[in-house]
Each structure stands twice: as C-alpha cells, then as structure tokens.
C-alpha cells in the first residue's frame, strides 16, 4: 500500500521468514558506497554516498563517514525468524525517507489487561543514512480505540538496539534478547496500567489536567491560545468516549484520552506528506513527547 511518493508499507502477514518479508515489500535491494566529489570535480576525502540502483539511476540514501559499516537489509533483519513460530508472527513492512529508513513490524502475543484486549508489536528499523544498529521497540496497541500506550517507563526498556553478528549463534542471542526485553518491557508496562487505573481523579482535577498540558500563558498569541484551546478540546473529547468508560475519572482514562489523540491511526494531518510519515514513524518507534508528558504528570500525582 503506497502512503507517498517516499513512504509506504506493505502488509506481509503469512510470511515465514525475513527474506520472504523483504522481498514481499520491495526492502530486498543491495547498498553500496561510492566517492563523492565537490563541484570542480576533486574528491572529498572522508566521505562516501550510500546508494541504492533504481533503473538507471543512483538513488543517494546518505553521506556517511568512510569508516561507515553498511549492513543490508537481509543481514540486518535476518535474527527476526528466530522470534518467528508460536509468539510472533511477521505483519507489515516498509519503507521511509525515500528508502533511506527501512522496517519490519512483528506482531506479539496479545494479552488481556483489566477485561480490554491490547495487541503488541516489536518494530525494527534499519538506516542508511548515518545509523549503524537495528533500533528495536515495543509497542502495545488498545484495540478498543486503537490507541498506542507506548509509554517510557524507566524500569524496562522499550527501545533498544541490536548489534548486527554474522553467524547463527549470534542471531540466536538477539532474538532471544529481543523476546527478552520486550517480555519485561510488556510486564512492566502492565502493572503500570493496573496502578495508573487505581490513582483516581475528580472531573475539576481531570480540567486542571489539560490546562498543565496545553498550558496558555498570560501574553500568548491569538494562533496560540486557539491552539492550546483546541487540544483541549480534543482530549476532553477523547476522555468523554464511550471506549473510556470504564476508565473515566481514573489517571489511565487521562492518559487513554491523550494516546488517542496522538496515535497514528487517529491522528491525521490535514494534508499527507513524506515528513509526516517519518515524523510519524520516529513516534511511534521513539514514544510521543505529549504522551510521555501526560504519564509523567499521573505518576508525580501518585
């Protein structure tokens, strides 16, 4: 499914290993490095142009330093089919940034948490334009409103990255490392949500809530004010859903409200572009800066 013209993904559900995946998604091409040269045509030493052929063109994805290690997709990928059977199963991939981020979506076990049914997922992205390891992260999804509850909490890792090793035993640790920390990560998360949803908040505590949130200074701007003030409105929006019944008047109802409104599946641009998706996808791998603000708000009231 073509997103835009640099971003897209393809659903790759079914598919039993990494080469099956990158080929199934058009990830399965080879880089390559060559010099690069200023305008009069002398060599810049130190440098190099991470390229991709596409027809008959070189397709840049990054200057790199010379000492830069490429490591392809097949090689950078390949210890995924080691999580692969009974507790993950392969789901999207695709490509952003005209190519130059690369990533595969795999798709966890679910689990109940307090009678809802949550979906989780390990992302992993692979990059030619100056980043060397595989960034892993986990991601678990609330089906109910499709919310991502990517929360940075500090006693177990949600993003990590993965050393590329060649040989098999290798990709046995890091596929055993990856089951690993995102088990504990999973754990923790969990017992977070059962506590978030104990901590109560009165209807004048959850408007003060936003308020902290979008704040609105005393000399801020018309453009600023009405901004401010529409977030608001769509997050007491969020909060007074029927999905969030359940949890209305508690600090996980609060924090639901706003991982809905920042979540890709219910946040869209009013116009798509290339810089949306790769924004979109830095979020969903490295967490949204107002959900962590929000979690960060409940846990200090705790």
């Known amino acids: 499914m073509i997103l835009c013209a640099n971003s897209y993904w393809e659903d790759v559900r079914g598919a039993e290993t990494s080469a099956e995946v990158l080929k199934k998604s058009g990830l399965d091409f080879e880089v390559l490095q060559e010099p690069i040269f200023d305008g009069l045509g002398y060599q810049i030493d130190g440098f190099c142009n991470n390229y991709k052929i596409t027809g008959d063109r070189h397709q840049s ?77 986990v991601t678990p999804v609330r089906i109910a409103c499709s919310n991502m509850l990517n929360l940075a909490i500090h006693r177990a890792q949600r993003v990590f990255s993965i050393r590329h ?51 609105i200074e005393k000399d801020a701007s018309v453009t600023t004010r009405n901004n401010a003030e529409r977030k608001r409105d769509q997050v007491r929006t969020a909060y007074n859903a029927n999905d969030l019944g359940n949890y209305r008047g508690t600090a996980f109802g609060v924090v639901n409200a706003v991982s809905n409104i920042v979540s890709p599946n219910n946040a869209q641009p009013l116009r798509m572009t290339d810089s949306y998706f790769g924004n979109l996808f830095e979020k969903v791998t490295n967490g949204h800066p107002l959900l962590d603000k929000a979690y960060e708000l409940v846990t200090a009231k705790a």
């Open 61 to 137: 994805l990054g200057i790199v330093s010379e000492k830069y290690k490429i490591c392809q997709n097949a090689d950078a990928f390949a210890f995924i089919d080691g999580l692969i059977g009974e507790k993950a199963q392969y789901a999207n991939a695709g490509a952003c940034k005209n190519y130059k981020v690369n990533w595969i979506q795999v798709r966890l076990q679910p689990r109940n948490i307090m009678g809802d049914d949550y979906n989780n997922y390990l992302f992993f992205k692979n990059s030619f334009d100056g980043g060397s390891s595989v960034k892993v992260c």
């Open 165 to 215: 090793t060649g040989d098999i035993a290798g990709k046995i640790r890091e596929a055993d490392m990856t089951l690993k920390l995102s088990e504990e990560y999973l754990t923790e998360v969990q017992e977070d949500y059962v506590r978030l949803a104990r901590i109560k908040f009165t209807p004048q505590q959850v408007n003060s809530f936003w308020e902290q949130l979008f704040p």
